[in-house]
């Protein structure tokens, strides 16, 4: 997975941590919990503010 793998982010961290409400995830902290996932590829370096919240913005979605 990369960083514009946006639903399938949102999908397996929805599925790895349901205790998580993701509306209260800082973008540190979820850029953290992307990285953590298996099988995600890229570094933060690749990483911006545009895609955290499109990550989170799904993730979202994908809790409701």
Not at 20 to 34: E, G, H, S
Not at 35 to 40: H, N, Q, R, T, V
């Amino acid at each position: 997975m990369k960083w514009t793998d946006t639903l399938d982010i949102a999908i397996e961290l929805s599925e790895r941590h349901p205790e998580v409400d993701p509306k209260a995830v800082n973008f540190v902290d979820l850029m953290r919990l992307v990285m953590a996932l298996p099988g995600f590829e890229e570094n933060e370096q690749h990483c911006g503010e545009k895609k955290l919240e499109a990550i989170q913005m799904a993730w979202m979605e994908e809790v409701d």
